[in-house]
T-cell receptor
Framework: EAQVTQNPRYLITVTGKKLTVTCSQN?????MSWYRQDPGLGLRQIYY???????DKGDVPEGYKVSRKEKRNFPLILESPSPNQTSLYFC???????????FGPGTRLTVT | GNSVTQMEGPVTLSEEAFLTINCTYT??????LFWYVQYPGEGLQLLLK?????DKGSNKGFEATYRKETTSFHLEKGSVQVSDSAVYFC??????????????FGKGTHLIIQP
């Protein structure tokens, strides 16, 4: 089954404790992206990747890092999480940037 | 820059009512336009899309027409069902050829259908 998976689905952590949210797709997609969803703000792009070893900032990259060492994986790294990063995070992928994006189920992160 | 404006809601309707969710956009050039739907506890799913002016996207009884003259892409359905209750996002993507822009989303419209 073609899908985008994210782990964990739910995470509660404390300020400053490094964490990684994994994202994996099994569709051989070149383009992958991370979004955060906040009430009243919709979805905003954090980072995206056009292909392996090619990443770039989206609209709200501060406090986040990403890597793309393999085509299927695109982890989101929070080196020192803060409460303002409490949000619902979605990973998405598409064959190329112009194609339909497939979204993962979301990761709900709470930073206390 | 690009932006999408949509009514935020919640929009509450009775089953079988007619639905319109307004969406207008600001973008240079000729963007592609999308409607995504998010059911409770799930990720976003593409509902329909249109890639050029006057195109009509349709799926599951929903329709939206790309109106360049009014920069709009309003979502409509003739008779809604309780199962249509969800959050609906209007989005655009620039078609700039070599551009690296992703999707720009509206804030989402929460639709509640009552039996």
């Amino acid at each position: 089954e073609a899908q985008v998976t994210q782990n964990p689905r739910y995470l509660i952590t404390v300020t400053g404790k490094k964490l990684t949210v994994t994202c994996s797709q099994n569709m051989n997609h070149e383009y992958m992206s991370w979004y955060r969803q906040d009430p009243g703000l919709g979805l905003r792009q954090i980072y995206y990747s056009m292909n392996v070893e090619v990443t770039d900032k989206g609209d709200v990259p501060e406090g986040y890092k990403v890597s793309r060492k393999e085509k299927r994986n695109f982890p989101l790294i929070l080196e020192s999480p803060s409460p303002n990063q409490t949000s619902l995070y979605f990973c998405a992928s598409s064959f190329i940037i112009q194609a339909e994006q497939y979204f993962g189920p979301g990761t709900r992160l709470t930073v206390t | 820059g690009n932006s999408v404006t949509q009514m935020e809601g919640p929009v509450t309707l009775s089953e079988e009512a007619f639905l319109t969710i307004n969406c207008t956009y600001t973008a240079t050039g000729y963007p592609s336009l999308f409607w995504y739907v998010q059911y409770p506890g799930e990720g976003l799913q593409l509902l329909l899309k249109a890639t050029k002016a006057d195109d009509k996207g349709s799926n599951k009884g929903f329709e939206a027409t790309y109106r360049k003259e009014t920069t709009s892409f309003h979502l409509e359905k003739g008779s809604v069902q309780v199962s249509d209750s969800a959050v609906y996002f209007c989005a655009l993507r620039k078609n700039s050829g070599g551009g690296a822009d992703g999707l720009t989303f509206g804030k989402g419209t929460h639709l509640i259908i009552q039996p």
